[in-house]
């Protein structure tokens, strides 16, 4: 909805007139503002912009998420942080993150529907509060939005590169550079459209690397992502010639060890909170049987 600022409300500033316009509360307010669902003149600006006469304030103030018909399930996972805005969860290997295929149980989203009281409704009812994703055999920290105000600013953190992703991986392979980027596009592979592939008509995917441990056939590597796209640090390491131990799909067909899926855990996660703009940032310790591996090597 939009509304013109009249000459009562020159001067005003932004978050005190939308307040007012719209009935909200100075602080979810806000939250709008920053997150861009409130402007003034068609622009993202401060909280504290002055207003002129005839300036317009727009307001696209996210619906409340309509009820899920996704059946909430008692499955285990950490919750690392919670607020009313967001949540960190740790997610154990194996699990998948939403529904797909027809499948509408036993999914990180029906855990998160029985543990959380609110989930941001911006996906859908299949995906609600998922920001970003982790594969199925892929562990480590995942950001959960509780409302659409919190999901937007966190979209925008992610797609603007604000917010930081660390990953640590195992490879097959020793590389002889200590660090590096992979610059290279990615898409689904034209074989198996179940796979990504790196093909140049593919959208932008940016992973830097570094060794942190070399091993007689392997080596620890931490991985930070510039962008997120499916499967990228798998299809990325698989370019390097440095598959992920234990991933049957980018991997080698035949894998030393016996494992549930690949070494791959995200160990940190940054950002800005939504609603305070306060940087947080969250760390995981590797899982056990991404600590035995290592232990064998």
């Known amino acids: 909805m939009d509304y013109i600022v009249d000459s009562e409300h020159q001067n005003n500033r932004l978050d005190v007139f939308a307040a007012s316009a719209t009935g909200l509360t100075r602080s979810h307010v806000k939250t709008l503002i920053e997150s861009g669902a409130i402007t003034l003149n068609g622009k993202t600006v401060k909280c504290g912009a002055a207003l002129k006469e005839g300036d317009v ?75 970003h994703r982790l594969d199925k055999m892929t562990s480590g920290l995942m950001v959960v939005a509780k409302t659409d105000a919190a999901h937007l600013s966190l979209s925008r953190q992610i797609a603007a590169k604000s917010a930081e992703r660390v990953y640590r991986g ?3 392979g020793v590389p002889k550079e200590d660090a590096g980027t992979v610059d290279q596009p990615l898409g689904r592979d034209e074989r198996d459209r179940k796979k990504i592939a790196v093909r140049y008509d593919g959208r932008r995917a940016v992973t830097h690397w570094r060794v942190l441990k070399r091993f ?64 947080m940032t969250f760390e995981s310790g590797l899982p056990e049987d991404f600590l035995a591996v290592l232990k064998k090597l």
């Open 170 to 172: 195992i490879v097959e």
């Open 57 to 131: 304030v727009r307001a696209e103030i996210p619906a409340e998420p309509a009820p899920s018909a996704l059946k909430p399930e008692d499955i285990p996972f950490k919750i690392v942080y919670e607020d009313g805005d967001l949540a960190v969860i740790d997610k154990p290997r194996g699990l998948t993150v939403h529904p797909a295929g027809g499948r509408n149980t036993g999914t990180l989203v029906n855990a998160l529907l029985y543990r959380l009281n609110a989930l941001s409704g911006i996906n859908g009812e299949i995906r609600p509060g998922i920001v």
């Open 216 to 279: 007689k056939q392997n080596a620890l590597v931490e991985f930070r992502l510039e962008t997120g796209r499916t499967h990228q640090i798998r299809v990325h390491s698989r370019f390097l010639g440095y598959p992920i131990t234990g991933d049957k799909e980018y991997g080698f067909k035949k894998q030393r060890f016996s494992l549930p899926g690949q070494m791959l855990h995200a160990v940190r996660l940054s950002f800005d909170h939504p609603a305070t703009g306060k940087r």
